[in-house]
């Protein structure tokens, strides 16, 4: 294992250092491990707070920021956050018109991020929470029950985060992320495993002309393992799966992600088959993003990410926004 680290103890402590020296714009609780927007609160405007395990970075906490969200909760690699981290981040950004939790759907964040609305709703802090579950996959997998929570998460904190920021209130951005998720769809392909740190070794083992097809952000088991082929055909195969579950007409705001080892040139490559592909079932790609937003370590791969807009959903898409990893309108 070749890694740029110090101790596989400390990944994620030192990282988050590594985050508050970076972007003075957050405020670092290395300790609790929570990164919050340093204008946290807002008075007046509805907080909102995701997390999940680190090592799928930038999510969530390159998303903190001005438009998006007001603090994350990163837990240790692919480990969930604890109720107390959460609980942290969502006292941390109440400004008196309630939190939002966006949550992936996987066991153990759902799990936790319920037992932190139920703390906070103690002390008198109202709790929204919409859970992601995008992946079309797989029905359950090895850390879910029913949908696995992906690609969509972005759209929905880029979104949600718009409306927020415009100052409405915790059911109408409840309702918007809500209508994101619904909108949504993703499908992912690996072309390698990646390494935990922790664990010293590849999650799984891929011949080299061998792909798995539908995987998850933690490695878990896609559809199939299928044979290596051209970036056309396997553009394909994920956007097959995804107008499989909901129309691609219309016009569509897409995301091509990289898994953390995939050259961008590959990716825009990528993101070219997507376009025409989608320009032949009646879509049109309006809106785009083509990069690492969501991803797993250095795995060699990529996800594709489908949302049907409305000219609303479009609105706050295009609002601005200003965190270390989503930036335009400022």
Known sequence: MKKL???????????LEGVA????????DVQNKVITRADAPRPGKVG???GGGSGHEPLHGGFVGYGMLDAACPGEVFTS?????????TKAVN?????????????GDVLNFQLAAELAEDEGIEVASVVT???VAVQDSLYTAGRRGVGATV?????????????????????VAREVNERSRSFGVALSSCIVPAAGKPTFDLGDSEVELGIGIHGEPGRTRGALTSAREL????????????????DLLVMVNGMGGTPLIELYLLFNEVRKYLEGHGGHVTRNLVGNYITSLEMQGFSVTVCRLTDTLTRLWDAPVDTPALRWGR
């Open 95 to 107: 400004g008196g018109a309630g939190v939002l939790h966006v949550v992936k759907n996987y066991t």
């Open 48 to 50: 909102l707070v995701s």
């Open 5 to 15: 680290i110090n101790s596989t103890d400390d990944v994620v402590t030192e990282a």
């Open 235 to 250: 553009a394909a195969v994920a956007l097959d799966a995804i107008s499989a579950d909901i129309p691609v007409d219309g």
């Open 133 to 135: 579950n995008d992946d």
């Open 21 to 28: 020296a970076a972007h003075p714009s957050l405020s670092v």
């Open 155 to 175: 759209f929905v904190e880029k979104i949600a985060g718009a409306l927020a920021e415009e100052g409405a209130d915790l059911t109408a951005v409840a309702a």
């Open 81 to 89: 956050p604890v109720p107390d981290q959460m609980l942290i981040a």
